[in-house]
């Protein structure tokens, strides 16, 4: 039974990752990491990275990979201001910021299934897209509304929010036909196919469900900074990369695709950047450590996944 | 003839846990036609591939010539003068025949470079023609050439480099009379020479009449070497199964039974595989599809589920007043199909027993769209009992399980869904005895239940043993068709198959 006890070994990393996270830095920075500022500020910067990865663990459990998440967030984020500066309607706002969350999902995952195993290829042309469109708006001068709507970004509210995602995405992950038809098709599309399951339908709902989650994240983002650049959310789709394959996600999707993937490499990949700064790290040499561990971790998961992949 | 050419001492063979050879010995002199003969995993193949360097050993010597000999692969070894023609097809397609039967040798042709065709082609003409084979053009591409004069470009592939030993695995299963001719001429002209030839059959008849020394492999083991004059079929059967065959591994009864009440009809069915297809499958009846692999009766099983769709003709679910559409509509309709490619096309191996099995069951199993984790247990369980699939859990990994048992989770979806028509692909490749007894069984006891099933299959004695009709494809058309209650044989069923 070798096999068994790698397996509870590979399962139980992500869990040691975020002890070990978390003890290291709270010692070096001699206990600021877990002071009651610095941990607002932590729940602020998961608050969106953990949103989002909920929904975009149904796309990795399927072997594929969303790159338009931070465009898309900017361009809600610009969308929302607009009608709040037309219109002064947050509520208006909310609903729009939405609709063009599920809309680009529902575009961004049609496309991404027509090109099977180059699903990345369209979700970058739209990157590009998006990201293009937010540079020419920001061009013109950074969109600001006013301070006054700062008052919804309250951190009560945000924790609410993932809760009620958390609970919800844990069952739609385990629980019904789009989690585990997602992990399916990672595992074996060929045979999903032949076993009835529509492979095209349940791609695009995963990314509808990651545009959704987009858009909710675009909201929060959108009244914190109350600022829009050519600059707004970019990166973000890394971030999102970065911690689901911290928390143990499998490239090629997969049984190996667990839901606590999405929530202990959100807090590990945080805490990680987070108290690293604290510790007085230039932000250069963050982004030389964060580059090399996660270069190490995909290659982890690659030879891990090795047997997963026959084609 | 004490002249010894190969000789093999204690070969040991295993595949993770199967054993395929234990302690195997075998010596052919100079001028033998030894017969290689055993059931499908006795080890024939195991033995043939080591000796072609195909694969490697466990342990174990082998001098050849009086030398020590180790190939390191298939080119080493015709290099040392040991060539082989294997089972499956061996040629590559969308290049010309002379390419082929100098593929891996093209630096003979090379000038600066560039591969001297006109030569090539005169040379392959020139090895054909020795052969006695007259009407392949080595100019063309192979692809304007059957299966069985494919088989004899590959022959003549294997005899270019005029080796000592000839390897010949299950090749004349695909060769008509007039190929076996040649063949056999060449086998006889070896022998003359000097020169030895290992045959691998299932046609006890052809081995007996060719081959001076047989060698009957049971299980790994060798059981026995016997010479011509103590040939007799009947003994030899039995030392191959090592007992008396029993009389109910295949069906018992030999009438063609069924409901006149049709479920599955193919109209006019034409793709880029097959052509004009038509045939009806009734309720309670077994319906085989037999014929070499390329014929396309693999395609009939897709376009039949609703995975390929035809270019031309109708696919329809009679009984259920439906067409086929697409694998998903198939499935709700009450149809199941499992891939002949088990492990690429129908399991996901990375995943556990459960997920394999409940994966086309979850609208049975959910209230509202959460799936009861309990249901889910009690009907993966009951598929796991029902089946006897061997494992600790059903959370075990698939990929773990031997290939018998992969296949029983593959089947367990279609019961457990309690299909009407079963479209199975070769269901029992890859699966020891034991398994395909307990297949066969279940196949009887749906078949009495009224559920249909379409059995794809190349093995012959299979069809035979368990189908009411058996319907023979050729080149992509139906060219046979037989009832159980008349006599169904091998030969029969092979005279329409080339």
New interface residues.
Partial sequence: MKTDYKKLISDFIPYIAVVVVIVFFAVVTDGKLLQADNMKNIINKIFSVMLISLGAMFIYAHGAMDLTIGGLLGNCALVGSLIILSTGSVLLALVCIVALGVAIGIINGALAANFKDLSFLPSLCLMFILRGILQYMGNKGTIKIDASYGSYDNVGVKVLVIAIALILTYYLFDYTKLGKYNRAIGGNDIASGQLGINVFKYKVLAYTLTGFAVSIAAFFSMVRSRSISAETGSGLEFDVMVALIFGGMPLSGGSRARFHCAVLGCITATVLSNGMTLWGIKSETISLIKGILFLMLVYLSYKKSKGVLPR | MSDVMLKIKNLEKSYDIVRALRGVNIEVSKGEIRGLIGENGSGKSTVSYIISGMQKTDSGTMTFMGEIYEPKDAIDAGKKGIAMVVQEMGTISGISVAENIFVGKEDLFTKCGVVKRKKMNKEAARILEALGIRNINPNKLIDAYTFEERKLIEIARAMYESPKLLIIDETTTALSHKGRDVLYRLMDQMAKEGKAVLFISHDLEELMEHCNVLTILRDGEIIDHLTKEKYESNVIKKLMVGREIEGDYYRADHTCTYDEEIVLEMKHVTNDVVFDINFKLHRGEILGFSGLSESGIHDIGRLA?G?NKPVYGEVTLPSKGKKVKD??????AGVG?V?KNR??????????IR?NIA??A?DLL?SG???S?KKEKRYVDEQVNTLRIKCSSSEQ?V??LSGGNKQKVAFG?WIGMDADVLILDCPTRGVDIGVKSAMYQLMTKLKKEGKSILIISEELSEVIGMCDRVLVVRDGQISGEMRRDEAMTEQSIIEYMI
């Fill in positions: 589920f995975i694998s998903r509509r198939s499935m709700e199909y891939s492990d690429r096309e129908s399991l996901i191996l990375e995943d556990s997920n994966i086309n979850y959910k769209i959460i799936i984790p990994y990929s773990t979806r």
